[in-house]
């Protein structure tokens, strides 16, 4: 059975630095896509980063590029996601996907759809 496990969250003030990290079980995902997503309440779960299957390559929503930091560690089966500059509006609950899907454009995977794999989520709180 696939887990995808999130942990690090928590209550920060604007401006501070929190690092998420998620650990994989039941599946080696070295060769696939993943990525970390988030939902604020009452909005979409949106894309935030991810990993590229076919190169390796680090992406990133708009929103967050050159404040968050995507890194993964293959041996350990685990992605990770520093948060710097945090800000209130970052406030959601991340989610952190992988998905065992080729797909050959990097679009896909900005969508929730291109992931078969989710974890729970875990809470991020930016205090202003």
């Known amino acids: 059975q696939v887990q995808l496990v999130e942990s690090g969250g928590g209550l920060v003030q604007a401006g501070g630095s929190l690092r998420l990290s998620c650990t994989a079980s039941?599946?080696?995902?070295?060769?696939?896509?993943m990525g970390w997503f988030r939902q604020a309440p009452g909005k979409e779960r949106e894309f935030v980063a991810g990993?590229?299957?076919?190169?390796?390559?680090?992406y990133y929503a708009d929103s967050v590029k050159g404040r968050f930091t995507i890194s993964r560690d293959n041996a350990k089966n685990m992605v990770d996601l520093q948060m710097k500059s945090l800000k209130p509006e970052d406030t959601a609950v991340y989610y952190c996907?992988?998905?065992?899907?080729?797909?050959?454009?990097?679009?896909?995977?900005?969508?929730?759809?291109?992931?078969?794999?989710w974890g729970q989520g875990t809470q991020v709180t930016v205090s202003s």
């Open positions: 990993f590229s299957w076919s190169d390796g390559s680090a």
């Open positions: 996907a992988a998905s065992s899907i080729r797909y050959f454009s990097e679009r896909y995977y900005r969508g929730v759809s291109g992931y078969n794999y």
């Open positions: 039941g599946r080696t995902f070295s060769n696939d896509a």
